[in-house]
């Protein structure tokens, strides 16, 4: 089955640093893509979702990459603040799985500080 | 307004006992999920439904039971608790397969004694 690997699990960046974060896959059939946010204590928010047709993808301060050659999805923090301290999951949906399923990378936990 | 509610937020159970974690939904969706979050990993899927009085297998189903008596409500039965439950567990619904965004509950933490 899919298996999605996360890279870094922990990350410290200064206030205005970027942050990139990278989750690596295995189903070359994964079409959906996304990036949950969970801050401490909560449930998970989605940042984005990407589809497979997609390679670059802004949001609200950040920008998700997707290079499908490589299987290969990234996160990235421009001018990370305080508020963006929080756990970050990638999660992806492969078109041969049946259901919604989504396998998830195992998080990296982010902190940014003054 | 929350479209995802969990019952109850947390928990503490002896071993063997019985537990009942419950789901209710409002967005009106077909697919709902249960999923364990073990601390500092991410999230596995323990088993899901797609209609109601029908429940499927996830991905580590074994010592866990589902329920999903109408499309608004879905449960997770753990029968004989164990410490190895231990654990912060998500429901979640999406309205379709595939691609759909799942919307996640504010969780349930269990702490199995």
């Known amino acids: 089955g899919e298996q999605v690997e996360q890279r870094p699990p922990h990350l410290s960046v200064r206030e205005g640093d970027s942050a990139v974060i990278t989750c690596t896959y295995t189903?070359?059939?994964?079409?959906?893509f996304f990036w949950y946010k969970q801050e401490p204590g909560a449930s998970l928010q989605l940042l984005m979702k990407?589809?497979?047709?997609?390679e670059i993808n802004e949001g609200q301060g950040f920008t998700v990459l997707l290079n499908k050659k490589d299987k290969r999805l990234s996160l990235n923090l421009t001018a990370a603040h305080p508020g963006d301290s929080a756990a970050y999951f990638c999660?992806?949906?492969?078109?041969?799985?049946?259901?919604?399923?989504?396998?998830f990378g195992s998080g990296t936990r982010l902190q940014v500080y003054a | 307004e929350a479209a995802v509610t969990q019952s109850p937020r947390s928990k503490v159970a002896v071993t063997g006992g019985k537990v009942t974690l419950s789901c209710h939904q409002t967005?009106?969706?077909?697919?709902m999920y249960w999923y364990r979050q073990d601390t500092g990993h991410g999230l596995r899927l323990i088993h899901y439904?797609?209609?109601?009085?029908?429940?499927e297998k996830g991905d580590i189903p074994d010592g866990y039971k589902a329920s999903r008596p109408s499309q608004e409500n879905f449960s997770l039965i753990l029968e004989l608790a164990s410490l190895s439950q231990t654990a912060v567990y998500f429901c979640?619904?999406?309205?379709?397969?595939?691609?759909?965004?799942?919307?996640f509950g504010p969780g349930t933490r269990l702490l199995v004694l």
């Open positions: 979640a619904s999406s309205e379709n397969r595939g691609g759909d965004t799942q919307y």
């Open positions: 439904s797609y209609v109601a009085d029908s429940t």
């Open positions: 999660a992806v949906s492969a078109g041969t799985q049946v259901v919604g399923q989504l396998t």
């Open positions: 189903d070359p059939n994964s079409y959906y």
């Open positions: 990407v589809f497979s047709s997609t």
């Open positions: 967005n009106n969706h077909d697919y």
